[in-house]
């Protein structure tokens, strides 16, 4: 809502600058900004066509004689409107038209034009603000103007304006009224109201009103015989566009008018067209708005109805049925207090939002809800020329009760955070138009009804402290007992996983959750039952994601396709699962996919390429950062879509499956445009179920191991894991570490097999350890792999 | 003078020119070995020594000592001479050009937004503050109702929401966490102090300055006495913490349906220091959450008694945060996860 200061003049005056109004209406209660619709305007001036030629050169413009004031000037104009004895808005020779376009005096076509006879959106009025009569053409005044004076004044353009940001809470500042009280609570000026003045006698008419609806709250009209439908006058018609409402005729004109002042939307209907009013909730029929479009009704709209006809949906816009024209000859007004949430779907259901149904749906001053009528009369015995004005036809009275609240001085303060005196508290509540009963420490404040939005003490508590001046408190910190601050184990236990797989040199990523169905369904290895948005917006984002991976591939492929190869990413986020109950599974997980090398080719550097076993050691080192208590296992697999049937392997603790590492399935990095990827993903809630692994130290050892390598012969498809699980079994107990040293397949050996090397350290803590004992157990070790692989050993 | 004694010297003056003369240490030590060994010249000379008179002897033992060793010392110096030079001629055979590039080591950048939000929680962790993260899809009942929003409030148009069926969406704030935490907590034990960071989402394309997933981290207090000026200094330090010391921050009148009163908070531009320029909007203020006294019907809703108990929430946006704070101008940079974005954030926030 744009707050003219012209209008706002009419209730109080205030000297501060428009900036200052709109600096210290932000800060006390509404964001406001200041505006200047006409800044920068200079020399235009009203100018009156004496004389017009056809332009000899041209089909369409014309060469117009126009009296400026003290002088006469030429000027050529194509407009399709100008006409001999206009009165027009001249921009002069040197005038400045918005955004800094001047207007110099030239030649058009061979004939000398001293300035520019101009339209309203020449001079930043929006287009859709002007008049529809001049849409295509120069502005014309509808009565003699003083040539030569400026037009800035008279067409509303000097006037400044503190345009409202307002919050849903805040519907009473959307009258001018309503905001005259906001503004002057701040400046601790009353508002000054002059309340509408009626000649002559209201004429008794008959009118039916018939109530049906419990969404109707209140419901009055008059009828206004005999008007003449014509153009308000101008400075009602500047108010409205400066209001960003498009002048039409007079009876529209005043309805609107009177809403912007009073806050209370007025609909206008051909009285003619009606006999009886009913309000009531709607059929299922289409019908015309008087805007033109189309309208399904559904039975929750509540239309008022005139015998089988709806005139208009209740509170939103009026139907083509009894929309008023040029040719109207009676006019009723409504004045009704429609339920705020039953407009606002109405307006929503239709796309119909507008300045009714925004007011409505914020709430309105009911107070104002009979004035507004008294309001409309009297603005149109000034303008459409009744003969007759009817009494307040009352369809159903709306009731209205006084809100009070009931707050302690102790209690206000206290929630502050300050220490005002009554006097203060009551002073403020005054400057808001508040009244008060103090009953020692207890308050009884009673509210006007423009603000609906106070119902509790709270409610009163803000008040107090916004026009008191927030920047008048100093802060404290609370000051109660003790408390011991924290992340949560499990967040301690991901934050552990983060670190380590940032110190392991992997860039942290974050994704979004909603995903396509291709990239849930990429790697769902839970095969888990989907779940989906009910109105997505994109096809890209429809599906909640089961595994991170996906996203982590598409941004290796972003990199990749910008020429950034080595790519080592982690996503630490949640995925989807359905169990069973409705709401799904949210499970954190830890992904990443490493892509390029991890040695770049440099002047002293060969290229290494990223291989299983790299990324499997940083997933290794990343449980053993965890300290799970748990025996962690890698194996085979080629049960994983998407990933390579023989570089993959599933990851168990204790025998379950909490996740997996693998390189990406050929077929799959073309698809996604990665070039060799690999990926890993862990289950973190179940990884931190686990527990931590309690550290018993030991003291380093004091006796010397002894070590011994064992060579290997065995067939190419025997895995290195079940071999040295193998040798830990048979080793013994002094069996201390198994390392391998060795994997070689090709020359000298025989084909289908692999010859493979392994390190074995043994270790006595508490004393020397004897070869005998070694010799032992290396021969128990050498005989189980002969026995259970069919080893040859070198 | 004897034979002996100018054999002796001449003996010296030899061994001493030829040590001088030696280039390498296992030279050296022949010579050492030959001049001191007990085969060696000297030994040889001082047995003539018998054959001496009772009072030359001491003179000749002493002038052999004497001898012995200063040709020990010629040897040391020289050993040390060869030595020394053998360590420079290794030093000039290793030296290199220090300014080639190293090998590259490389330890991973955090998130900007995972660095701008554990820098908050860490600050209010200093403070008391629990950090619980709550659900993604949460209930229609949590993320609205229970903060005052019922199903025909307006503020739900301001929010447009993902939902999943009638009653599950996907949560549109992390105050949906507001409900849960009030309910869970034991009043007896002492005040609430909860923050709760996490992804929201809304019906918004994805643009510039909107995504439909974003980060927001919200904050609960609630004990006896809890005050809009206790908002005010938690808020204060927080922006000091994040902005930098000399910030102030003003509050301004909002509307939000769980708090009441509702305030913006704007600190002062800690690019100009509220002078004005480009990054405030020439204000000197920059709006940074928004905040409150919590709305009483939403602590009677998990049965707290609002005449003995008070409390403020707030809730912030990492990304605007991080978005201020480095100058970033797309939303989306944050989730396309381009490596070069991304890294150069290494050690952002200490």
Redesign the interface.
């Known amino acids: 809502m744009k707050i003219s200061r012209n209008w706002l003049n009419e209730y109080i005056q205030l000297n501060q600058s428009t900036a200052d109004i709109a600096n210290k209406i932000?800060?006390?209660?509404?964001?406001s900004m200041p505006v200047y619709i006409g800044k920068d305007l200079s020399n235009l001036v009203v100018g009156h066509i004496t004389k017009i030629e056809d332009h000899p050169d041209s089909d369409h413009m014309h060469i117009c004689q126009v009296d400026v004031g003290e002088k006469e000037i030429q000027i050529v104009c194509g407009a399709p409107n100008v006409a001999l004895d206009q009165y027009v808005i001249v921009a002069l020779d040197g005038a400045t038209l918005p955004d800094g376009v001047k207007i110099k005096k030239g030649k058009l076509r061979g004939e000398e034009s001293n300035g520019m006879i101009c339209g309203l959106d020449e001079l930043g009025v929006k287009v859709k603000n002007v008049p529809e009569e001049f849409h295509n053409g120069i502005y014309v005044f509808d009565e003699a103007q003083k040539p030569g004076e400026s037009v800035l004044d008279l067409l509303g353009l000097s006037d400044e304006m503190v345009d409202l940001d307002i919050?849903?809470?805040?519907g009473d500042t959307l009258g001018m009224r309503g905001a005259a009280w906001e503004i002057g609570a701040t400046y601790d000026e009353k508002p000054n109201f002059v309340d509408p003045k009626l000649s002559g006698s209201p004429k008794n008419i008959d009118l039916d009103i018939d109530v049906q609806s419990d969404k109707v709250n209140g419901y009055q009209a008059v009828v206004l015989e005999d008007v003449k439908v014509g153009k308000s006058p101008l400075w009602m018609q500047r108010r409205l566009w400066n209001q960003d409402i498009q002048p039409t005729n007079a009876v529209l004109d005043i309805a609107n008018y009177v809403m912007i002042e009073y806050g209370q939307p007025i609909q206008a209907y051909d009285y003619d067209k009606i006999a009886g009013l009913k309000l009531q909730n709607a059929e299922t029929q289409e019908v015309i708005m008087s805007d033109g479009t189309e309208v399904k009704l559904s039975s929750e709209d509540i239309v008022v109805m005139s015998g089988e006809d709806v005139l208009s949906i209740a509170g939103v816009l009026d139907t083509d049925f009894a929309k008023v024209t040029e040719d109207t000859k009676n006019v009723l007004f409504e004045s009704a207090v429609f339920d705020g949430?039953t407009v606002?779907?109405e307006a929503?259901r239709h796309d119909l939002r507008n300045n009714s149904s925004n007011r409505f749906?914020?709430g309105i001053d009911t107070s104002l809800n009979g004035l507004a009528l008294d309001r409309i009369v009297e603005l149109s015995e000034d303008i459409l020329n009744p003969s007759d004005y009817s009494q307040h036809i009352v369809g159903k009275e709306y009731n209205y009760s006084p809100t009070t609240i009931s707050a302690t001085v102790t209690r206000i303060n206290?929630?502050?955070?300050?220490e005002l005196t009554t006097d203060e508290i009551i002073n403020i509540f005054d400057r808001l138009g508040f009244a008060t009963i103090v009953d020692g420490e207890n308050l009884k404040v009673t509210v006007p009804a423009r603000r609906n939005d106070m119902s509790?003490?709270?409610?009163l508590?803000?008040e107090v402290?916004?026009i008191y001046g927030?920047?008048n408190?100093?802060?404290?910190?609370?000051?109660?007992?003790?408390?011991?601050?924290?992340?949560?184990d499990k967040?301690e236990f991901s934050n552990r996983l983060?670190y380590s797989?940032?110190?392991?040199?992997?860039?942290?990523?974050?994704?979004?959750?909603?995903l396509s169905k291709k990239e849930v369904e990429d790697f769902n290895v839970n095969e888990t039952k989907l779940?989906?948005?009910?109105?997505?917006?994109t096809e890209d984002?429809e599906y909640?994601r089961t595994s991170l991976i996906p996203s982590l591939v598409k941004?290796v492929a972003?990199?990749q396709a910008?020429k950034?190869f080595n790519?080592?990413?982690?996503d630490q986020?949640?995925i989807?699962e359905k169990g069973h109950s409705?709401?799904?599974n949210?499970i954190e997980y830890i992904s990443g996919a490493i892509s390029g090398n991890i040695?770049?080719k440099?002047?002293?550097?060969k290229e290494q390429k990223v291989d299983f076993y790299y990324v499997k050691g940083i997933v290794e080192e990343m449980i053993s950062y965890a300290n799970l208590d748990a025996n962690i296992e890698f194996e085979a697999t080629s049960d994983i879509e998407n990933l390579h049937p023989g570089q993959t392997a599933k990851i168990t603790a204790n025998g379950k499956m909490i996740g997996f590492v693998g390189k990406l399935h050929p077929q799959y990095q073309d698809e996604m445009n990665v070039n060799d990827t690999y990926v890993f993903e862990l289950n973190v809630d179940q990884l931190f179920a686990f527990g931590s692994k309690v550290i018993q130290s030991q003291p380093a050892p004091k006796y010397p191991s002894i070590s011994r390598d064992l060579a290997l012969l065995v067939k190419k498809d025997i895995l290195s894991g079940d071999i040295i699980k193998d040798i830990f079994n048979n080793g013994g107990k002094y069996l201390e570490d198994v390392e391998i040293f060795d994997v070689y397949q090709g020359d000298n050996i025989e084909r289908g097999y692999k010859s493979l090397g392994y390190h074995l350290v043994f270790l006595n803590r508490s004393d020397t350890l004897t070869d005998e004992e070694v010799e032992q157990s290396f021969d128990q070790i050498k005989d189980s792999l002969v026995t259970k692989f069919a080893v040859e050993i070198r | 003078m004897t034979t002996l004694e100018e054999r002796l010297k001449m003996l010296r003056d030899e061994g001493i020119k030829s040590i001088r003369e030696q280039n390498h240490s296992k030279d050296l030590n022949e010579v050492r070995v030959n001049l001191l060994g007990k085969k060696g010249p000297i030994t040889e000379a001082l047995r003539g020594m018998k054959d001496l008179s009772a009072e030359e002897r001491p003179k000749i033992g002493t002038l052999a000592n004497a001898v012995r060793d200063e040709i020990q010392s010629a040897i040391e110096l020289r050993s040390k001479e060869l030595n020394d030079a053998l360590i420079k001629q290794k030093l000039e055979k290793e030296t290199i050009d220090v300014t080639l590039p190293s090998q590259p080591q490389k330890v991973g950048t955090e998130h900007i937004l995972t660095q701008t939000i554990s820098d908050i929680e860490e600050f209010f962790i200093s403070l008391g503050y629990k950090v619980d993260s709550g659900f993604e899809v949460e209930e229609d009942y949590y993320n609205f109702e229970r903060l005052n929003i019922p199903q025909d409030h307006p503020a739900r148009d301001m929010q447009d929401t993902f939902y999943l069926s009638d009653k599950l969406l996907m949560r549109t704030q992390t105050s949906a966490q507001e409900g849960r935490d009030l309910e869970n907590h034991d009043f007896s034990k002492g005040p609430l102090k909860v923050i709760s960071p996490g992804v929201v989402y809304r019906r918004d394309d994805d643009d510039a300055t909107h995504s439909h997933q974003f980060h927001q981290l919200e904050g609960l207090v609630v004990d006896k006495n809890i005050s809009m000026a206790d908002l005010k200094g938690t808020l204060e330090a927080l922006c000091q913490h994040v902005f930098g010391k000399e910030r102030e921050i003003r509050f301004r009148p909002s509307y939000f349906p769980f708090t009441e009163p509702s305030v913006e908070v704007d600190v002062s531009c800690f690019n100009c220091g509220g002078e004005g320029c480009r990054i405030c909007k020439y204000t000197g203020w920059i709006e940074v959450l928004g905040a409150g006294l919590s709305h009483p019907k939403v602590l009677e809703m998990s049965g707290i008694d609002t005449n003995i108990y008070s409390g403020f929430a707030f809730g912030l946006g990492p990304e605007r945060f991080a978005m201020l704070k480095y100058g970033i101008t797309d939303i989306r940079d944050f989730y396309t996860n381009d490596v070069r974005f991304l890294e150069q954030f290494k050690g952002a926030i200490r």
């Open positions: 932000s800060l006390t209660g509404i964001e919050t849903p809470n805040r949430a606002r779907k929503q749906e914020k206290s929630l502050i955070g300050i509790i003490e709270a409610d508590v803000e402290i916004r927030y920047e408190l100093v802060g404290t910190l609370p000051t109660g007992k003790q408390t011991k601050g924290g992340y949560t967040r983060r797989l940032l110190s392991q040199g992997m860039d942290e990523a974050v994704n979004f959750s909603l779940v989906h948005l009910l109105h997505p917006m984002h909640l941004n972003y990199n910008r950034e790519v080592r990413l982690f986020e949640r989807f409705d709401r799904p949210e040695v770049d440099s002047w002293n550097q």
